[in-house]
């Protein structure tokens, strides 16, 4: 569920009111560095994020102007040539805005940097980016350094204070996002905001916690009574209202989990309520899924460092070769109780947490209820990390 924003970001299209007041929008732009022949400008409408040409115009002396009509607030990425990606983006909250672009001399194809000019908030879209991505990298750095702690074997004592920073950072990043958003200088920028955090957040594996649909919802529905005339933003509202219900009713989280039986390695009968008392893992994997072995190591080192502190896992495989299987546990260390039926897909067990892909699992408290789902690498770690501190 927690990927539900982000796509709602990034997909959904409100087209159910017209406006006739019109304001036209100009880009003076110039360009250094560059061979490119055309600029082209892209309206990246803030309820559905997918851009859309609306302007092309030759670059002469390294200079261009670019021109459209809007209804209403929106982002609009620069772009030259046939890159794949903007090298500029800009708010129309003024009838023309200054635009200087200078790419990379060493890489070409990239900016270098940008200046945007009568334009208050395109500068403080800029601010937020630079300041966001600023925060991102060092917390990327870390992560990188406690995954490489990770595979050299080093001790929890040399890992722990650096997980500790990581989760700090993170929060922080969190809160400087939500600070931002709350800001509410202008509608485009306050959903730019909230969509880049959200899909970092659910796009890279930094342990950073998304907005839940709560959270989001509240924010939406508070930029849409500072700008009432924001028709995408109201649209927007209207419809994640029906989408939150509809996730909710798909999650597991808060739910009891269901109850199964399955045979362990020895054959021996294994029930999910035996584990009642502890914080569980039911970890649904396979031998034969790359994804799952590669996961395979984390999960190993939350077992170890947490197992005396009342946590558990319950490996459930798909597979359908007892060998394979057996061979994967060894290979792997897994040293936890593994279940599996051998039936595959075919497996009551996929029907009934009603999942289409693996690795998955679900973290169940000991009171038999599920309080996360899909925790994989450092968002697992971060996790249990609040469960036993």
């Not at 600023?134 to 917390?139: A, D, G, H, N, T």
């Not at 419809?239 to 009713?249: F, G, H, P, R, T």
């Amino acid at each position: 569920m927690k990927q539900l924003i982000a796509i709602m970001l990034l997909t959904f299209v409100f087209a159910g009111c017209k406006q006739d007041n019109k304001k036209s929008f100009t880009v003076n732009g110039t360009v250094t560095n560059t061979q490119a022949k055309k600029a082209y400008l892209e309206e990246v409408p803030v309820a559905s994020m997918q851009p859309v040409i609306v302007d092309s115009a030759e670059i002469r002396g390294g200079k261009f102007s670019l021109k459209t009509e809007a209804l209403e607030d929106a982002i609009y990425n620069i772009r030259l040539d046939q890159l794949d990606f903007p090298v500029a983006s800009v708010i129309n909250d003024a009838p023309e805005v200054d635009l200087n672009i200078v790419m990379s001399t060493e890489t070409p194809l990239m900016p270098e940097k940008f200046e945007v000019k009568n334009s208050p908030a395109s500068q403080a879209m800029k601010a937020f980016m630079l300041a966001f991505n600023e925060k991102m990298i060092r917390l990327m750095n870390n992560v990188h350094k406690a995954d490489s702690l990770r595979s050299t074997k080093m001790a929890d004592s040399s890992l722990a204070p650096l997980m500790q920073n990581i989760r700090q950072e993170g929060a922080a990043l969190k809160d400087y996002a939500l600070t931002e958003i709350k800001k509410g200088v202008n509608p485009a920028l306050s959903m730019f905001e909230l969509g880049y955090y959200q899909s970092t957040a659910n796009g890279q594996a930094l342990g950073l916690e998304p907005f839940d649909n709560k959270q989001v919802f509240a924010l939406i529905d508070d930029i849409t009574k500072k700008f009432p005339n924001h028709v995408s933003v109201a649209g927007l509202k209207l419809n994640l209202q029906q989408e939150i219900k509809a996730a909710e009713d798909r999650t597991w989280i808060g739910k009891q989990a269901p109850d199964f039986t399955l045979p362990d390695v020895s054959g021996k009968p294994v029930s999910l309520g035996s584990f009642k008392g502890q914080y569980v893992l039911v970890d649904f994997w396979a031998g034969w899924c790359r994804p799952c072995r590669a996961e395979n190591p984390n999960v190993v080192a939350v077992f170890n460092k947490y197992k005396s502190k009342g946590f558990a896992v319950l490996g459930v495989s798909l597979d359908d070769d007892a060998n394979s299987w057996k061979n994967a546990i060894q290979n792997d260390k897994l040293a936890w109780t593994q279940v599996s039926d051998l039936k595959k897909w075919q497996s009551p067990v996929v029907a009934l947490y009603k999942f289409n892909g693996i690795p998955f699992n679900v973290l169940i408290d000991p009171q038999g209820k599920i309080i996360a789902e899909g925790l994989r690498g450092i968002d697992l770690e971060n996790k249990l990390a609040v469960i036993f501190p």
